[in-house]
């Protein structure tokens, strides 16, 4: 994708991302804002969510692509991810079950988190993902803060951002213009199979609204400059009203010490980023009056939500359409025609009694530093060979799979002898391959070089000036002794690639320069 269509294409997402939330007047007697804020004072719930994704790609650009590319587009042309159960608790401990349809097949996982770690499970995978989150208790006592009970600080933590969040919300929700579409009924909808009294607001628009109601939305805001200070002020005293142990920890400067002005230096830093709001809604305008604005925002795009909202105001079921097709997809250039997405979800036991049990590391749990040091074909092992994560890293994507080139001329170069035979550096082969040899002195006989090769599992001894090695004990002797040059080891590359079955090539470019070609299918 060229930098002009990326520009246009973070345009469209920016106005999705407005349009969700788009609406603030009283529409039916229901008044948007306060239902919009409303949602802020969740603090625990279960869900359900269904989340599709679909992509029409420009056909000709696909089909000067090679194989692999095309494979992976028609992979990931439809997707659809489905979380059958969620649920959080007051403390921020989650709980997700769900599955992920591909093209080759559905992924059943489950994700799990608490204060001290995050366990992926993914069906397949013989071992368990685990993630040992940093102890907030013990970081902030390293740091200087005050050390304490981590599930208490995070608590803390929580509930003063989300004091924070309430503070500086309405401010940008009441700025928030209605689209041109905009209903509101009552009905019955089924909630987890019982029949609820909601409150439906539907909502429609397209491209041109959208570039419509975004200068709007900006202009409401820099119209209300003492909401803007008041948020400034808000987040100041937010920092000010921080336990000492996190003010400590961070760094933060006392607010609160004898002879500090704190409204005074809100209302400065207010002033400064005020003046910079300006300038970006300056920018906009100017930006309006290009043609690639008419582009991106036109009636290509085209978006459709409804939100079911109980009588307390809360979100207990919702539905959201976007086909993102604007002109810029028209062009010759742009690989995306037309971009759909849909999302649909259910809420309920909303900040009701839910419940999070702590994670549980099994012994056979799998760390992310231990992941560290797994190869391609390690990651590949860790599923079962009948899983569709199995068919989709080993058969489609071949992660596995070993590739790389040598040169005669960079690097640590290889050569060809009078006879045509290749030979390569086998510390740099080796290492482009993973594998780590180790030299060990034979006591009776010339230098040993040692090394296992997992995918052939194959434990090797090669000897320095010798075309005698060791394969899994038997010994196999070799078409060419091992040679030094300039204090590095060389061995034929037949030899080598024989024993762990990769093929090579070696290819002349056009100033004469060698370039050997080496690919291994595991």
């Excluded at 992924?107 to 013989?126: E, M, Q």
């Excluded at 491209?207 to 808000?234: M, R, S, T, W």
């Excluded at 005669?408 to 290889?414: H, M, R």
């Amino acid at each position: 994708m060229n930098i002009r269509t990326s520009k246009r294409l973070g345009w469209v997402v920016c106005a999705l991302w407005l349009a969700i939330i788009v609406g603030c007047q009283s529409v039916g007697g229901l008044n948007l804002n306060d239902m919009l804020l409303k949602q802020l004072d969740v603090a625990q719930q279960e869900q359900s969510l269904s989340l599709e994704l679909e992509i029409e790609v420009n056909e000709e650009l696909l089909a000067l692509e090679d194989e692999e590319a095309r494979k992976a587009v028609e992979l990931f042309r439809k997707m659809k991810l489905d979380i059958t159960h969620a649920k959080v608790d007051d403390r921020g401990n989650q709980w997700v079950t769900g599955v992920l349809d591909t093209s080759k097949g559905s992924i059943p996982f489950t994700l799990h988190s608490d204060n001290k770690a995050i366990r992926i499970d993914v069906d397949g995978a013989k071992r368990p993902l685990v993630l040992e989150l940093p102890d907030l208790g013990e970081a902030l006592g390293a740091l200087g803060g005050g050390a304490g009970e981590s599930g208490d600080i995070q608590q803390a933590l929580m509930e003063s951002v989300r004091g924070l969040v309430k503070t500086v919300a309405p401010y940008f929700v009441r700025g928030l213009p209605n689209p041109p579409v905009i209903t509101v009924d009552r009905v019955n909808e089924p909630i987890r199979g019982v029949q609820t009294g909601l409150t439906k607001v539907h909502a429609e628009l397209n491209g041109e609204h959208l570039g419509e109601l975004i200068p709007v939305y900006l202009e409401n805001l820099i119209g209300d400059k003492e909401g803007f200070k008041a948020v400034i002020v808000g987040l100041f005293e937010w920092v000010r009203d921080l336990p000492p142990e996190l003010k400590s920890a961070f760094g933060v400067p006392p607010l609160d010490a004898e002879g500090v002005d704190i409204d005074a230096i809100a209302e400065g830093a207010a002033d400064g980023l005020f003046s910079g709001l300006e300038d970006a809604v300056a920018s906009l305008k100017e930006f309006q009056e290009e043609d690639e604005w008419k582009q991106i925002f036109d009636k290509g795009i085209t978006l459709k939500t409804d939100l079911y909202v109980d009588d307390t105001l809360h979100i207990r079921k919702s539905f959201f359409e976007a086909i993102i097709a604007p002109a810029a997809f028209a062009e010759e250039d742009s690989p995306v025609r037309s971009i759909k997405v849909r999302a649909s979800g259910e809420n309920w036991n909303v900040n009701g009694n839910v419940e999070v049990p702590a994670v549980e590391a099994p012994l056979t749990a799998l760390s992310v530093e231990e992941l560290d040091d797994y190869d391609a074909y390690r990651v590949v092992g860790l599923f079962e060979t009948d899983s569709v994560l199995y068919d989709l890293l080993k058969n489609e994507f071949k992660i596995d799979d070993q590739s790389f080139e040598l040169s005669s001329e960079w690097g640590i170069p290889f050569y060809v002898d009078e006879n045509g035979e290749a030979f390569l550096p086998l510390r740099e082969t080796l290492r482009k391959l993973g594998i780590r040899p180790k030299l060990e002195t034979s006591p009776n006989g010339p230098l040993e070089i040692r090394f296992y090769d997992r995918p052939t599992d194959k434990s090797i001894v090669l000897r320095k000036d010798s075309d005698q090695a060791t394969v899994n004990g038997e010994a196999v002797k070799l078409a060419h002794p091992l040679m030094n040059e300039a204090n590095i080891t060389y061995v034929s590359a037949k030899d080598l690639f024989g024993l762990l079955g990769a093929e090579y090539d070696v290819v002349e470019l056009e100033y004469g320069e060698l370039v050997l070609k080496v690919a291994r299918d595991l």
